[in-house]
């Protein structure tokens, strides 16, 4: 047996041996860590959208999927990439909702695709209060680091010791349950950030809102934070 062979072995028995005795139950911290900002995105698209780029939507909720499906068969980093994704495609239907122009320009040429700082300097450009709503936010943010993005971004391009990958065996690409843990709680900050921005652009909208957003946010501010957090 060749050794690669003989990798394969031990790699296909490390997979088995995660979703045999977790599989389901990171599955199941994915969706629920998730729920707020997958309530947004199907407010949006069934109340806010103009139908030019849902597909992105859609995207978006698949690559939460990946997430989860990742997490139960072990592998860290490739959910660490769909994670990214899942932000990104949030993110950018906030612009080309409203850009159908633009959009017929990304279908054709993809290369052109806008990155996520494109985006939110395009949310504080023309929503004047999306600035000091999200400050708001996150200052009573739950999630450990406020912007996520810049984490997962380190671990996609590899760009530090810690997050570059190191596998000398295919069995180590299968993370410890410590590292699995850890993703589902960097789920639950990313789907916080997402909501988060869905909160502060879509403010004016409140009263709209479905219950569980409303809650997600009422939940973190006082009264009086509430009160300025509404006013246009």
């Known amino acids: 047996m060749s ?17 045999d005795l977790n599989g389901d139950i990171y599955l199941k911290g994915v969706s629920q860590s998730a729920s707020t900002h997958v309530v947004w995105l199907h407010h949006i698209k069934a109340n806010l959208s103009t139908g030019v780029a849902d597909r992105l939507i859609d995207s978006s909720i698949s690559s ?21 994704t899942e932000l990104e495609l ?4 906030v612009f080309f909702n409203d850009h159908p122009v633009e959009w017929s320009h990304i279908e054709k040429y993809p290369e052109d695709y806008p990155l996520r700082a494109t985006n939110i300097k395009y949310m504080k450009a023309y929503n ?30 590899g760009t530090s010791a810690h997050a570059a990958p190191a596998t000398s065996d295919l069995c180590d690409i299968v993370m410890s349950k410590n590292s699995l843990d850890d993703c589902v709680k960097l789920q639950a900050s990313v789907s916080e950030y997402i ?27 006082s009264d009086a934070q509430l009160k300025a957090f509404c006013t246009a």
Request: charged share 20%; aromatic share 12%.
């Open 3 to 19: 050794a690669l062979s003989h990798e394969y072995v031990s790699f296909k028995s490390a997979i088995s041996n995660v979703i």
């Open 64 to 84: 939460l999927k990946e997430v989860g499906g990742c997490l139960s068969l072990g592998l860290v980093r490739p959910a660490l990439f769909a994670m990214r």
């Open 128 to 157: 004047s209060r999306y600035d000091s709503r999200m400050s708001l936010l996150e200052k009573a943010k739950i999630r450990p680091v406020s912007d996520p993005y810049g984490l997962l971004s380190a671990y996609v391009h």
């Open 195 to 221: 909501s988060d921005v869905f909160a502060s652009w879509f403010a004016d909208t409140w009263h709209d809102w479905p219950e569980e957003a409303k809650a997600n946010v009422s939940g973190r501010l």
């Open 90 to 93: 949030a993110l950018s239907w």
